[in-house]
Structures are given as C-alpha cells and as structure tokens.
C-alpha cells in the first residue's frame, strides 16, 4: 500500500544518512544507550558522551557493577540525570537485554519509543518508533494539527517497512533531523514532499505545544570549610544521585543555609540562572568570607552547581 513512500525514504536514507557512531552498530547494550542519550541530547552533543561512556562501562555487566555515583560522573554534563539512573538500574535488573517490545518496555525508564527502537533496530522487531521528530513528520505528512499519541503511533506502524523495520525507524528520524526541522523545514530536499499533505503550511503542524517554565528563587552558599569544599548530596527526581553546594529555594533561604551549616553571615558575589524542562531558576549565590577557592574533587556536579562555583571561584581571582 505504501510501498513507493518506503522505497523513496529507504533509498534517501541510505544514500544520505550521517556517519554516526552507533549506526551499523548490532550490539543491543550500544544501541540502548544512544537512544538514551538521544533522549534529551542532540546529536553532536551525545557523540562524546557515547564514547566516553562505553570507554568506562564497555558492557551491560560492566555498569552494572559500577556504582551510581561512578555512572553519575562519567554522565556528568549531559544533563536529564535520571536517563543515567534508569540505565543503571536496568543494567543491575536485566544480566542481558530482552530481544521483544513488549518485554523491553517493563525495564526501568525505556518508554514506548526507546524500547521500539531498540527492538527494531538490535532484534528486527516491526514496531515503529515515534519520537518528536517523527511525531512532527506524520502531523505533516498527514496535515493534524493535534493528533493524539495513539492516532501517531497507528499512522507510524500503518507505514512502517515490515522488512527492514530498523532501518525504516532510523530513516524516519534522520529526516526529521536533517531535512522536516520544527522551524525551517528543507521541503525542496525531502524525498517524500509529494506524499506530505501540509507541505504548504508545514508549521501549522503540529500546533505547538506550550512549555510552562515556572520561575523559582533560589539561594546557594560556597563555603570553603576545614576540609575543603562543601557539598551535599543531591536527592530528588532532577539531580538525584549528584552532589552541589547547598541550596535553599524561597523567602528566607539565606538565613535557613546560615542556620543550618552553623555560619554567621555570608557575602554575595553574584546571580546564575539555570533552565529545567518545567522550571527556571534564578540563584542568588554567596560565599562565606575568607575562604579560598573550593575543589569540588572527584564527585559529580550538575551543570548548575559547575555554574554556581565558576562565579563564586572567578570573584576570587585576581584581576589583569
């Protein structure tokens, strides 16, 4: 029924496809981790990391013997910890990876489209995948302006290629990475423009989503004490697992980290502001006076806590 529509992005995709690290690649551990990364990370971002990782934990079994803040370490810019959580609580629940959907879909953090890929890319599986990019390809091709998650997934397993499922998944993302981008799509360049229904009014669809970032004022203190740097354990679903400098959010936050690492006051250096999915901080950042710099040594940071001591770090150095 679709045969022609396989055949045109099939053959564009063979012909055009980037050299990815993970791409050929057979073995399930790898491709579950690129598809992890890929997540919430864009491609020329998650290439390091990729190496990186696999360079330390070469196997499943490997990190599952690693411990959390190894993982955490080596994971440590990436952001969206809780992929590097969920990888590592899978790799301690499974000795190797399920070769079907549906028994991929009960580990630990793999939603419908991680294991879909990973079932159809490592095992041949013929289920589709559907991500952002793919999801704003179908709302296109077949002009919906708010197509519901099951509606998509419907359309993407009608026109999947039962024969090379992997190969179709990886395709269709490799378009809506290269060519159906969300703002300035390359419709002149896409192989299947004919068989798209909104290709006149492409961002019309879908209606963009509306992300609410809720702001948040928070206060960090960098107190260099007897033995070296402070630093807390991080808890929560954001940076569970990491360790920062403390923070406290709200009215009166200054005064409750004074009280409660037994200091009396405390000098402001400066502001830092940090994005999360829902939330948008705007850190207040004070150090303990006389201090010299801190080394937060071996333990893994988030990227706010790395801005917090960059700012606090660079107001004590000498200046020329």
């Known amino acids: 029924m679709h045969t022609s529509l396989q055949q045109a992005l099939l053959g564009w995709y063979y012909q055009h496809k980037r050299n990815l690290p ?67 609580r899978l790799a301690q629940t499974v000795s190797e990876l399920p070769s ?28 589709a995948a559907v991500d952002g990019n793919v999801r704003r390809m179908l709302s296109r091709w077949m002009a919906w302006e708010a197509p519901s998650p099951k509606q998509l997934q419907a359309k993407a397993d009608e026109l999947l290629a039962p024969e090379a499922p992997g190969d179709w998944n990886q395709a269709m993302m490799e378009l809506g990475a290269t060519v159906c981008l969300p703002q300035t799509p390359r419709c002149e360049r896409c192989p299947v423009a004919w068989f798209c229904r909104g290709k006149a009014e492409p961002g019309r669809y879908p209606t963009p989503k509306k992300r609410v970032q809720t702001p948040v004022e928070a ?87 790395r801005k917090i001591l960059e700012l606090a770090q660079a107001d004590l150095l000498p200046c020329g």
Do not use: M
């Not at 959907?101 to 289920?127: N, Q």
């Not at 360790?243 to 005064?255: F, H, I, N, R, Y």
């Not at 939330?279 to 990227?303: E, F, H, I, M, T």
């Open 219 to 305: 206060v960090a203190l960098v107190w260099v004490g007897p033995d070296g740097l402070y630093l807390e354990r991080r808890e929560g679903r954001l940076l569970g697992g990491l360790w920062g400098v403390p923070v406290e959010e709200g009215a009166g936050a200054l005064e409750r980290l004074l009280q409660r690492l037994g200091l009396e006051r405390a000098e402001r250096v400066g502001t830092v502001q940090h994005a999360f999915t829902h939330r948008k901080l705007r850190v207040q950042v004070y150090r303990v006076p006389g201090n010299g710099l801190g080394d937060a040594g071996n333990r893994p940071l988030s990227r706010l806590d």
């Open 22 to 88: 993970w791409r050929g690649e057979t073995e399930a551990y790898r491709i579950l981790l690129s598809e992890v990364l890929l997540q919430q990370t864009r491609v020329e971002q998650a290439i390091p990391y990729y190496h990186r990782f696999l360079a330390v934990f070469p196997s499943l079994a490997a990190l599952a013997q690693a411990e959390l803040e190894a993982v955490l370490r080596v994971w440590q810019g990436a952001g969206y910890y809780a992929r590097a959580r969920h990888l590592h």
């Open 100 to 127: 079907t959907y549906s028994a991929l879909l009960e580990l630990p953090g793999l939603g419908p489209y991680t294991a879909a890929a990973v079932a159809s890319i490592a095992f041949g599986e013929p289920v």
